[in-house]
């Protein structure tokens, strides 16, 4: 089956650096996308990967392994606004997105 | 302000009513689809449509209905809604169905 696995929850201190991991097994690799969802809100695209290495966008940076199956996302310089759902999906073969069940992450003052 | 627009934006519903949840996007996307997304679960697609005029089933279509007779508007319909179909139903978009997904401001549903 296919799957994609995150951590539930995060916590971190404003200001510093967090890392949110997601591993996938899926049928197929056709890019790996990651979402942000504030509580209440609409899922809200943050970077998109298809080849190994790190894309870098402000202070947000996303890693992928294609080898690993593994990716992350680096936040840095952490506001409390950053405190949010964080979505990792993988688009299969037949192009279709399967999706994680997110990480929180609480920001602390 | 181009994007998606959802409505209702809440619903409760007695078991049995027949509910449809309207979806339209004005970014001219050739791509659309229904989500589910409930606690502790990952978003699940419930129905999509690469193009005008075609639909497909997703992870869980059972109990939903879709159409797709233009490009700006993807209904989603419940004929006959039960307590498990309570949800948090998210419409979204893109422009290609290997492009990024823009997603409306969901439709929280509540069946009784």
Known sequence: GQNIDQPTEMTATEGAIVQINCTYQTSGFNGLFWYQQHAGEAPTFLSYNVLDGLEEKGRFSSFLSRSKGYSYLLLKELQMKDSASYLCAVRDSNYQLIWGAGTKLIIKP | ?112
């Open chain 2, 1 to 112: 302000i181009a994007g998606i627009t959802q409505a209702p934006t809440s619903q409760i519903l007695a078991a049995g009513r027949r509910m449809t949840l309207r979806c339209t996007q004005d970014m001219r996307h050739n791509a659309m689809y229904w989500y589910r997304q409930d606690l502790g679960l990952g978003l699940r697609l419930i129905h999509y449509s690469n193009t005008a005029g075609t639909t497909g089933k997703g992870e869980v279509p059972d109990g939903y209905s879709v159409s797709r007779a233009n490009t700006d508007d993807f209904p989603l319909t419940l004929a006959s809604a039960v307590p498990s179909q309570t949800s948090v139903y998210f419409c979204a978009s893109s422009h290609k169905n290997t492009g990024e997904l823009f997603f409306g401001e969901g439709s929280r549903l509540t069946v009784l």
